[in-house]
Every structure is written in C-alpha cells, then in structure tokens.
C-alpha cells in the first residue's frame, strides 16, 4: 500500500497495520514454542475468524504442532454476541490429555470463550492456553484467562485478519474498523449467520 493511499474504500481507519501484526504474530508464536516446549502441542482454532491467526501462527511454530477446528455460533445481531452458544462444527480428534492452545480471532464478551474452555475441560485436557489476536476487556461480561494476547482494542466493531461484518473483510492483512455507511447497508441476499 503506497503512502497517502486508501486502505480499502470501505474502512474508515487502520487501527493495527498489517506489519505490526505480522511482527507480533512471530512474537506469540515464540511465546506459545516456549512455553509448550516438550509437549504434543494441538492448536484448537475456532471457526471462522480464529483461520488467519493460526495460519500464520502455525507456520511459524517448531512442528510437530497439530491443529483441529470447531465451530461456534452465537445468536445476536451482526455486531453483538447475544450469549447463546451452540457448537456447529465439533473438533475431529480427541484433546483428552492434550496440551491444547485455543486460537481465536477476538475475545469480546467472553462468552464464546467461557463456553468453549468449559467444554475442553470437560473433555479432559490435560493443559488449556489461549491465543487471541485481540481483547476487548472492556467489553467483558464473564471473565476469560487469554494467556497470549496480540492487542488490547477499545471497544469499537472491527474487521480484517479473521474478523468479519456479515462474513466480509476477513482477507483484510490488517485490522479496522468500517465506515457507517457500510456497516448500515442491508445484507446481501443469501448471507448465512454469523459463526
Ligand atoms: P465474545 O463476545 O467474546 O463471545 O465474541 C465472540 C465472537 O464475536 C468473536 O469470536 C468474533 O467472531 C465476534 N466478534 C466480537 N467482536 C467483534 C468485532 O469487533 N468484529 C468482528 N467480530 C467480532
């Protein structure tokens, strides 16, 4: 992107650059590697905003590092989360005595999260840590442990870097938030729920 240009027409501003996330990403990547050394390290990432973070995390972890995938909607409008989690996708493998790295993209009200490292324990983890690329502790409404944090956001709506608004602006390498015009616009026709 040349100086002066346009991030994309539909952001209203870049709060994190696309350098600084990379710089940091490698930053998390060294911390978790240090942490986990010795151990059968399974990243756990949640769908769908969690897929860029641990695309970019695992790439730069010592392998041997595995992943699994679950994912978790949450009714509520585009913008808020309402609360009510169900799992739509499960993991596919067990994490039964597994040192289990949660990857996501957002820690918000904590719900999803709360509901999630619940569940795992259930599961009989034998140790749970949490990656987000950012929190919003402002916005907290239960507590949530995120043992490896990219960036504290204020308590703004979001996009890029595995963050949507109706499915939308994952791809951004960077995060931002949107101009109102855009985020009051209707939902194109066939937009399934957010997950
Ligand atoms: P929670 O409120 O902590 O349960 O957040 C659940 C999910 O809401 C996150 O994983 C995101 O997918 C989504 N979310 C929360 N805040 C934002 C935002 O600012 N932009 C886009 N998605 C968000």
């Known amino acids: 992107m040349g100086i002066g240009e346009p991030a994309h027409p539909d952001v209203a501003e870049v709060l994190i650059s696309a350098e600084r996330i990379q710089a940091r990403v490698k930053e998390l990547a060294a911390e978790i590697a240090r942490d986990a050394a010795g151990q059968d390290l399974h990243l756990v990432v949640v769908l769908r905003g969690g897929v860029i973070l641990a695309a970019d995390l695992v790439r730069e972890l010592p392998p041997p590092v595995s992943m699994d ?21 499960d993991l596919e493998d067990t994490v039964e005595g597994r040192y289990v790295v949660v990857v996501e993209d957002i820690v918000d009200t904590g719900l999803t999260l709360n509901y999630l490292t619940n569940l795992l324990r259930d599961r009989g983890v034998a140790a749970l840590e949490v990656c987000a690329l950012l929190d919003k502790p402002t916005a907290r409404r239960v507590p949530a442990e995120v043992r490896y944090v990219g960036f504290t956001v204020p308590e703004a709506f979001v996009v890029g ?32 729920p957010r997950l």
Not at 69 to 89: L, Q
Not at 181 to 187: I, M
């Open 69 to 89: 995938f679950i994912a978790i909607s949450s009714y509520g409008s585009e913008t808020r989360s309402s609360g009510v989690v169900r799992i739509v996708k």
């Open 161 to 192: 870097y595995g963050l949507d608004y109706k499915q939308r602006y994952r791809g951004l390498p960077f995060v931002g938030t949107l101009r109102p015009e855009v985020q009051e616009s209707p939902a194109p026709p066939g937009v399934p």
